[in-house]
Every structure is written in structure tokens, then in C-alpha cells.
């Protein structure tokens, strides 16, 4: 356990390779695996427990990578031997599990969003902001490295001032109906990661306006949810953000972006399964799907997400999402929800 960022000056002599900072997993499920992995590959760090409810689900997972497994997420932070946490649980323990790391002065990463209820996150906002002890978001979009490239050559100034900042996320299909019942919605769940991109591209938003429908999904109407969304933002800067989503996709997982600006553009396409392309009496260039999943297509994301974490638990810098950034995210997702339903221009008081 450990009371402060880990000294990475300190930990090592010179020329010694730094000690690998060691993990404890809270989750075994999907994205629970996903984290085990990139900690497996990271030169900086080792799996060393994970928890989860559902005993045989970390049992399963610490066993391929050599951790103990608990179904108990109190005896994973009490534990003594790790120096973070990664949290990969169901959302409404994430404010609960963010607390007790802080008492237990573990850094933490945690998946987003924080929470659906708003109230409940700026409950916790003071203790976060005054502890010393890291806390960090899992919008892991922003480690994409074609879309860090694009930032990286707006600030540059290679295609001028951005004007116009276009997302179009769609999945190959929708959740289970079940899932959609706790998610909190398209916009807490899946848009989230849309509103945390346009914040990290353009800054601050001033005004947020949606729409959205029940097209396709029994499980969207059976919850009130909406199976596809269409959200402007404005800026604070004046700067125009456009997020396209859908929950179906015939074409594979779409992830696009465009970057607008008064000297040029500046596009990432979509991830295909394959570079090869045929010709043939039938047809020409004919191009693979694309990839079907978030966690193919975002694979180098988590690897990066991970990486930055590991600098801000080390005191090093990092561009790991704050706490405050997954409060901000979900304050357009309620703005988006709003807007949706009453198909009211929301502004935001700054």
C-alpha cells in the first residue's frame, strides 16, 4: 500500500530499471479483462489481485495471470501489497470503491462514468480535489493514437483554427435489454466518451443540444432509452462539435472523426480487420469489414491509458483524465438527456 505517488527517482538506483508498480483489479468482466491484459504487457507493472463478486469470474482471470483472487473488494484495498487500483466494476459502485482507495491511499483509475447520479459525484469532489492521492478517469479515447495524432496537429496549427469537430460512433449492435435498464441511457453510456473527446479537442461547452430515437431496438423502448442520438455542442470558444451514435452498425464498429478548420481537415477513418483489398471481375477494391468490437479497435488506447496512469502514480506527468473531467462529461450527458426529452436548448452555466 502506499500513502503518496510512487518516487520514481527514488525506487531505483541509477541505471537499475524501475520497480514495476503492482495492481490490484476490481472486476472480472469484459472491460475487467481488458485491464488485466494491458497490465500483463506493461513493462511497469504487474497484476497482483483481483476481486470480484462473482469469485469464479476472478478466479478464472487471476489464474491466467498469476494474481490471488478474492470475492471480496475490502480485502483486495486492505491487502497491503499493492500500489494501485484498478477499477473495472458496475457503475454504481464506482463512487463507493473511489472512496475507499482514497481512505486506503491507493491511486485509482477508474472506469467511467463515475457515477449516474450527479449529487453522489460532487459528494465526493472535495475529498478528492484535497487528498494528494491520485484519481483518474478511463475515457481511453483520448490515448487512441490516430486521435492524439489529430490533436497533436491541431495545436500545431496544421489546419488553422478548429472550427467544426465531427464523432460518429456506432456499434455493430445494441446491448442486452437488461444492460440498458442500469446504464442511465445513451448518453451516460455510450455518448460519454463522445462528450469527453469534444471537451479534450475544443475545451469547455457552452450550450449542448440532442435529439434522439427509437428506430430498431425493442430494449431502447422498453426502457425509454434511445437506440440513436444526434447531439450539437457549442463551445465556449465558439467552436461547433457534431456526435453522430447509433447502437447498430451493418458495416462493423464505426469510430470517425473529423477536425474542421479555416486552413483544412483533418480525418481519422474507420479500423479495418485487414489492409487488403481485391480486384476482380466483380468487383474492385473491395475492402475487408471493418473491426467489430470497441476493445479491438481501442486496444492501443488502453495500452496508452494504462502507461499514463502509471506516470501519475510515479509523480511523473500524465494526461490521465481527472476526476473533475468524468464530472464535466457527465454534466453534458444530464444536459444531452435533458435536451433530448424536452428538445430545449441547454446552456451551461460557467
Not at 25 to 38: D, Y
Not at 164 to 171: A, Q, W, Y
Not at 328 to 338: G, K, R, V
Request: aromatic residues 6%.
Amino acid at each position: 500500500m502506499t500513502t503518496s505517488p510512487v518516487d520514481a527517482t527514488a525506487e531505483r538506483g541509477v541505471g537499475e530499471p524501475r520497480r514495476q508498480l503492482s495492481f490490484g483489479l476490481i472486476g472480472s468482466g469484459r472491460i475487467g479483462q481488458v485491464h488485466a491484459r494491458s497490465i500483463a504487457l506493461s513493462g511497469d507493472a504487474t497484476l497482483a489481485w483481483v476481486a470480484d463478486p462473482n469469485l469464479p469470474g476472478a478466479v478464472a482471470l487471476s489464474e491466467m495471470y498469476g494474481a490471488r483472487a478474492t470475492a471480496s473488494t475490502a480485502e483486495l484495498i486492505d491487502c497491503g501489497d499493492i500500489d494501485a487500483v484498478l477499477v473495472a466494476s458496475p457503475t454504481p459502485t464506482h463512487i463507493d470503491l473511489i472512496e475507499s482507495c482514497l481512505d486506503a491511499g491507493l491511486p485509482v483509475l477508474c472506469e467511467k462514468p463515475i457515477d449516474l447520479d450527479i449529487s453522489r459525484v460532487d459528494a465526493l469532489m472535495s475529498k478528492v480535489s484535497l487528498s494528494k492521492i491520485p484519481v483518474a478517469l478511463g475515457f481511453n479515447q483520448r490515448f487512441d493514437p490516430s486521435f492524439a495524432e489529430v490533436r497533436s496537429r491541431l495545436l500545431a496549427g496544421e489546419v488553422g483554427e478548429l472550427e467544426h469537430l465531427t464523432l460518429i460512433s456506432r456499434d455493430p449492435g445494441p446491448p442486452p435489454s437488461a444492460y440498458i435498464g442500469v446504464s442511465g441511457g445513451i448518453f451516460r453510456d455510450m455518448t460519454i466518451h463522445d462528450f469527453d473527446l469534444a471537451r479534450f479537442f475544443v475545451g469547455e461547452i457552452a450550450e449542448v443540444s440532442a435529439v434522439g430515437a427509437q428506430m430498431f431496438d425493442a430494449g431502447a423502448r422498453e426502457h425509454g432509452d434511445f437506440d440513436s442520438a444526434v447531439v450539437t455542442l457549442r463551445a465556449v470558444s465558439g467552436a461547433l462539435v457534431t456526435i453522430i451514435n447509433s447502437r447498430h452498425s451493418a458495416v462493423g464498429y464505426e469510430q470517425r472523426l473529423e477536425a474542421f478548420g479555416a486552413d483544412g481537415i483533418l480525418q481519422v477513418g474507420n479500423a479495418p480487420t485487414s489492409l487488403v483489398t481485391s480486384s476482380t471481375s466483380s468487383g474492385v477494391e473491395t475492402r475487408p469489414p471493418y473491426v467489430d468490437l470497441f476493445l479491438e479497435r481501442f486496444a492501443d488506447a488502453y495500452t496508452a491509458e494504462l502507461a499514463a496512469f502509471i506516470q501519475l502514480v510515479r509523480g511523473e506527468p500524465s494526461g490521465s483524465p481527472t476526476y473533475t473531467d468524468g464530472r464535466e462529461a457527465l454534466l453534458l450527458a444530464n444536459a444531452a438527456q435533458l435536451s433530448a426529452e424536452t428538445g430545449a436548448l441547454v446552456r451551461l452555466e460557467r
